[in-house]
């Protein structure tokens, strides 16, 4: 960390699509007809990350999440051939839900999140039809009433599309998605590949529903103008500086992106920061790492990437931590929020504080940011505004999104 502080042009990694300079819309942020049209043509063709691989390990482990840009709920679970499989969570005789997991209890019983639960067979609790793992529906009482004609072969519970990347475990509405999840995720994906994520534990979780539209529930996370002044209490003397608002480079692929956070060299890291850095790593500027997967485009004063998977995911890493954000949206001004903290397991009591300062640094910085959410909604709804004079380049992200969520809406349903 040599660099001085002095003004800084961004690093742009790759070339920009076409962004409109000018002011955005409000309408996309509290509209209900348009956030139809999101679930649409955004939610339903799009890769959704909801889970790791390592939260259903064992064969006959499944979780049943709401999807609510669905209008669904599914269920995930890992079959006798130990594959990853999903299910609409609706049985196709009269359309109850299959499974109505009560098993909460642990750290993801969260019904916000998704609730887990274990067995061999799923029954459905009406007239009890009965699934196997593969979702293929098995013989069932009374068939020889069936009308001439029904297969039970064609009546398993109905599939969606489930792939791998890293540990993370994407959804797509489509059984036969046009892309496949790697084709979706590149090259973003690449820039992450050789980030150890296989070797970091789960240490805390995060949720809160919040009366927000997911868009601006997302450029909340997405941008750092706001730190210098919103961060000011929990971490000032990254705020201080203007220069802490404007990103040190940033990449667009596609329709994800990625920036690269600065962090000052000039920080004066608190006692217990000191202490945390002393025996372990934490969230807070220190020292830099060269494990792979991170600070991909060789920034000085470097702090962390934060990874924009579109529509609704982040992947934020830094040496010797990683954290997600899911943004699943409930209507166009509701939004469902979860943030997944993951490290290395401690393998010392001093280890084990430098996991707990890193908890409740970012647990103080994400009450800030989430302490704005529900009153701009509220204003955005008053139609008082009718565009928002976003910067050009330190929200550039927020441009982006905004462009991208254009595009894909208008791509379907041509104004
Ligand atoms: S609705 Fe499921 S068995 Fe009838
Ligand atoms: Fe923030």
Redesign the pocket.
């Known amino acids: 960390m040599t660099a001085p502080i002095t003004e800084r042009d961004i690093k742009w990694a790759t070339s920009l699509p076409e962004l409109e300079p000018g002011p955005i819309s409000v309408e996309p942020y509290v509209s209900p007809e348009f956030y139809q049209k999101e679930k649409r043509s955004v939610f339903k063709k799009a890769w959704l990350e909801v889970a790791r691989v390592d939260e259903i390990p064992e064969v006959g482990d499944f979780l049943v999440s709401k999807m609510e840009c669905w209008d669904s709920e599914i269920i995930l679970v890992r079959g006798k051939d130990k594959k990853i499989r999903g299910f609409h969570n609706i049985?196709p005789?009269?359309?109850?839900k299959v499974s109505r997991c009560q098993e909460s209890g642990g750290p993801f019983g969260d019904p916000d999140v998704y609730q887990k639960g274990h067995g061999h067979v799923f029954v459905?609790p009406?007239?009890?039809?009965t699934y196997n793992l593969d979702g293929s529906l098995r013989p069932i009482v009374g068939e020889e009433y069936m009308p001439e004609g029904f297969d039970r072969s064609e009546n398993g519970l109905p599939e969606i599309g489930v792939d791998v990347w890293n540990g993370f475990i994407f959804v797509n509405y489509q059984k036969e998605p046009e892309q496949s999840l790697r084709e979706f995720i590149d090259p973003l994906a690449q820039d992450l590949d050789d980030f150890p994520f296989e070797n970091f534990n789960h240490i805390a979780r995060y949720s809160a529903r919040c009366k927000s539209n997911w868009k601006a529930f997302i450029d909340a996370f997405q941008e750092a103008y706001h730190a210098v002044f919103l961060h000011g209490r929990s971490i000032p003397d990254c705020g201080s500086t203007p220069e802490y608002g404007v990103p040190n480079s940033v990449r667009v692929y596609g329709p994800h992106h990625s920036i690269s956070m600065w962090a000052n060299p000039a920080h004066q890291p608190t006692p217990a920061e000191t202490i945390a850095w002393k025996y372990g790593v934490s969230f807070t500027p220190g020292a830099m790492n060269d494990m792979g997967g991170l600070n991909p485009s060789g920034d000085d004063n470097w702090w962390f990437d934060i990874n924009v998977f579109f529509p609704n995911f982040f992947v934020d890493v830094g040496p010797g931590w990683y954290f997600t954000y899911n943004f699943r949206p409930v209507s166009e001004n509701e939004t469902v929020w979860i943030m997944n903290i993951y490290q290395k397991d401690a393998a010392t009591p001093s280890e084990k504080i430098a996991q707990e300062h890193t908890k409740v640094i970012l647990r103080d910085i994400v009450y800030e940011d989430l302490s704005t959410l529900e009153e701009a909604q509220q204003m955005l709804e008053s139609g008082v505004l009718t565009h928002l004079n976003v910067t050009n380049d330190m929200e550039v992200a927020v441009r982006h999104q905004h462009a991208t969520v254009m595009e894909w809406v208008n791509r379907d349903e041509p104004s």
């Open positions: 049985c005789h009269r359309g109850m459905c009406f007239h009890g039809w």
